[in-house]
């Protein structure tokens, strides 16, 4: 069996029924708030009987006047850093929640990513949430909704990741609450109405076990804004690795749900509904929230399916499969983006098409397969091993997608051999396009990370469109300033 060091989308979630809840005990931390509130209480009561006590010793002592004046003046100093922290908290606040002013600018939020798609096999953004911000690196994962983290509430089951487990507040999302219904499908029950169970399953056999929670995000907006807004995202307290488990602190969810990031942000008025990321073919690459980064009229735009086979996915549409220019006769074929998905995977007809073309186009040519390597399930060996793509892109030719719908004509989606090759550690070149029939998918054809690289790729919910366009993908784009393509 290959090693397809690889993580496939959001399958569903399903209410969860658990004799023993971590978060029993958070009552008790809300009962602990009501003590200390109350001890607040009894101190500030103590310290006026203080100062009335000693009010009454100075008059009878004659000092009464002088005493006045103290105690005016620091009544004076007090009131005034009063109004300094309530212009300061007021000032923060405007700032973190005047959504007209934000809109207005076009903002967005813009992370960094690190990894890549080989020998990584995965990219990761950095996050910083809790009070104080605490970092958490999460997979960005547009084929899911749900945003989770391995949880200490306490965890049951946590795997390997390169902090801390999360340690959550007492800000439950209640069962009825909308967000948690939009993690369930159909009616559910609330065994425990003040807190939103979940469980989320991927293809690869992973899952996490867990309950929604609410915390605040640091985020720096393109327009100079800091905001910490509280989002809801899952705090994971038991989890069970797939085949292809990373190790990551948890998943951010990008998809189209209520629950997803994007869609929490655009209800508070910070961004709008959109998203996109840029995967440079050399590492890294960045991901955004909102749409002030790029000029939509350089964008080639298709409508996005409404009615796809997973309505929690990105797919525009039915496609049909060019191999090097000229159809394959495999036509609508029903595609999705999944930046969750390291490589690319075809259902089996269209893979067989690929395969045969792919044998014709490289007879004659220097190379042979590679049968001892097992990186991927097809890889092809030269005279001497190749240290880069570019060794090799000059033997294979670009591949597209072009699909049916599309507002002026019908779009195409190119893949150049560096979109769907990769070069393995022993000097081979190897197919990063997958029969996705033999891992479930059926006829579930996915476009991944693989073959995204060196492009922008948008998400626009507000349009219901996806768009792409070739992009520099190795630097984030500064503040106030679209991204020159």
């Not at 867990?210 to 100079?224: C, E, I």
């Not at 990186?375 to 591949?399: D, M, Q, Y």
Request: with cysteine; glycine share 10%; charged share 20%.
């Amino acid at each position: 069996m290959k090693n397809q060091n690889e993580k496939e989308g959001h399958k569903g979630t399903t209410a969860v029924d658990k004799n023993t809840r971590p978060f029993s005990g958070w009552k008790r931390s809300s009962r602990n708030t009501a003590i200390s509130n109350l001890f607040k209480v009894f101190v500030v009561l103590t310290m006026t009987e203080r100062v009335q006590r000693f009010l009454s010793r100075e008059m009878r002592e004659g000092k009464a006047f002088m005493m006045m004046i103290i105690l005016f003046r620091i009544a004076l100093s007090v009131g005034a850093a009063g109004d300094r922290q309530q212009k300061w908290w007021h000032s923060e606040s405007t700032s973190g929640t005047t959504s007209s002013e934000i809109n207005r600018a076009a903002s967005s939020v813009v992370f960094p990513l690190y990894g890549n798609v080989y020998p990584e096999g995965y990219y990761f953004v950095q996050v910083n949430l809790g009070q104080p911000p605490q970092p958490y690196f999460l997979d960005p994962d547009t084929g899911s909704d749900l945003t989770w983290l391995q949880c200490d509430a306490p965890c049951v089951h946590c795997t390997k990741a390169p902090h801390p487990p999360y340690r959550p507040t007492n800000d439950l999302v209640v069962c009825k609450d909308p967000l948690c219904a939009s993690l369930h499908s159909g009616d559910y029950n609330c065994d425990s109405p003040e807190q939103c169970d979940y469980e989320v399953e991927y293809a690869d056999g992973g899952s996490s076990l867990g309950v929604l929670v609410k915390d605040m995000f640091s985020l720096n907006l393109t327009n100079g804004v800091r905001l910490r807004p509280r989002l809801a995202f899952g705090c994971g307290y038991d989890q069970v690795p797939g085949a292809s488990s990373h190790p990551l602190d948890g998943i951010l969810g990008l998809g189209k749900g209520k629950s997803g990031i994007v869609s929490q942000l655009k209800n508070q008025g910070v961004v709008r509904n959109v998203l996109g990321h840029c995967l440079s073919g050399r590492g890294g690459g960045f991901l955004f929230l909102g749409d002030g980064i790029y000029d939509s009229s350089r964008v080639l735009w298709t409508p996005m399916l409404r009615d796809s086979i997973d309505s929690k996915h990105y797919s525009a549409g039915s496609a049909e499969l060019i191999l090097g220019g000229r159809s394959s006769g495999n036509k609508n074929l029903a595609f999705v983006f999944d930046s969750g998905s390291s490589y690319t995977y075809l259902g089996s007809q269209p893979y067989r098409s690929l395969l045969y073309w792919l044998t014709k186009e490289l007879n004659g040519k220097p190379l042979r397969e590679a049968t001892d390597d097992d990186t991927l399930p097809h890889c092809w060996k030269g005279r001497n091993p190749f240290r880069s793509i570019n060794e090799v892109a000059k033997f294979f030719k670009p591949l597209a997608l072009k699909f049916n719908n599309g507002w002026r004509s019908k779009p195409q989606f190119e893949i150049p051999p560096e979109g769907y090759l990769i070069i393995s550690k022993r000097g081979n070149a190897c197919l990063g396009i997958l029969n996705g029939t033999e891992i479930g998918l059926q006829n579930f054809n996915v476009i991944g990370d693989i073959s995204m690289q060196d492009s922008m790729v948008i998400y626009d919910n507000e349009k219901k469109a996806i768009g792409w366009t070739a992009a520099n993908c190795d630097r984030p784009p500064k503040s106030n300033s679209r991204l020159v393509m």
